[in-house]
């Protein structure tokens, strides 16, 4: 794969390595300003930015946050593995394992399912040896078998353990889950390769792009094919088109209208290319997109996704710093 591609989820260009569980704060937009969470609730109330970023906002404070375990290193033991014990291996600043740690969470399964947190930076040889040899998080030890990769894991979980359905029963609907999710691994390429870019953004240029694409039928195919023919310039296209897949049904913000698998795959990465985004290219991703900022605002009333953000500060440092960016 190229080396633009935000590889799940190992040590690479383009992803940080986890070393501590998540947190969140709050951030204004426009250009978005990050700054360390405050200690105390009220200071954090009491700030009055002209516009609130949802994808850096706090969970809800009436949410109960889960006590997540700290990362194993190569200095730890392993679990009791394959004990009977339904396992997910993540890192908490990874993309793709937290994919399966939302879905784990939508439908209620902390209790079912234990979270292995894996510090990617300084990973167990036993990870590798004993548990996944692909030596990649997320993964998941479940009925003496593990199995991985995020979107096939989100799958598992979802049709392998009771509570909320992640996927609609309306035809229509399942046959576009199945375009957007994929679509995923090329617009997470378009919009990485905009960050390593020295341009700028081109709205004008990413507009004309559009209307190309829109004479052919399959957009996604069209997308996946040729994602890379125009380098920095993708970025507006692909954005637009998540705009246009966020208004196909009109019962709900979310691509399939109700929260879905498909959120699911893409909320991660929407909430990195924001921040990322805004502080490197001087970018606001849902200017002129209300589909989009209205998805970003309704997704982060979702505890389950919300237990699961990282603080913005944090990821925008790492990013920068492996991707060579002062």
Not at 18 to 39: E, G, H, L
Not at 260 to 275: C, G, H, K, N, T
Request: include cysteine; charged fraction near 25%.
């Amino acid at each position: 794969m190229n080396s633009l591609a935000f590889h799940p989820c190992c040590p690479s260009a383009l992803t940080p390595a986890s070393t501590s569980a998540p947190v969140t704060t709050d951030a204004p937009s426009a250009r978005i300003k990050i700054r360390r969470p405050r200690r105390e609730a009220h200071r954090i109330a009491a700030q009055k930015p002209s516009r609130i970023v949802a994808m850096a906002a706090a969970a809800p404070a009436s949410s109960v946050k889960e006590v997540l375990p700290s990362p194993l290193t190569s200095a730890s033991e392993p679990p009791p593995l394959f004990d009977g014990t339904t396992r997910l291996y993540v890192a908490y600043h990874c993309p793709y394992a937290q994919r399966a740690w939302i879905a784990r969470n939508y439908k209620g399964l902390q209790d079912k399912i234990k979270i292995v947190a894996i510090d990617l930076a300084d990973r167990p040889t036993w990870y590798k040896e004993k548990v996944y040899p692909e030596n990649k998080v997320p993964s998941l030890e479940h009925n003496n078998q593990v199995k991985g990769e995020s979107l096939d894991l989100v799958k598992y979980i979802d049709s392998n353990f009771e509570g909320p359905s992640l996927l609609p029963d309306d035809p229509a609907k399942k046959h576009f889950a199945e375009e957007l999710l994929a679509f995923t691994d090329a617009f997470n390429k378009a919009l990485y390769s905009s960050i390593v870019s020295k341009e700028d953004v081109s709205e004008e240029t990413g507009n004309r792009i559009v209307r190309v694409f829109d004479l052919f039928e399959n957009v996604f195919m069209l997308y996946n094919m040729l994602i890379f023919t125009c380098g920095f310039l993708i970025p507006v296209a692909a954005l637009d088109k998540i705009e246009e897949a966020l208004g196909k049904f009109n019962d709900g913000p979310f691509f399939l209208g109700q929260l879905s698998l498909v959120d699911i795959a893409y909320v991660p990465f929407i909430e990195r290319f924001q921040i990322f985004f805004s502080n490197i290219k001087n970018y606001d991703i849902t200017k002129g997109r209300p589909n989009l900022q209205k998805f970003i605002e309704e997704v982060n009333k979702i505890d389950a996704y919300t237990q699961t953000k990282q603080d913005p500060q944090l990821l925008l440092e790492h990013t920068k710093k492996r991707l060579g960016i002062a």
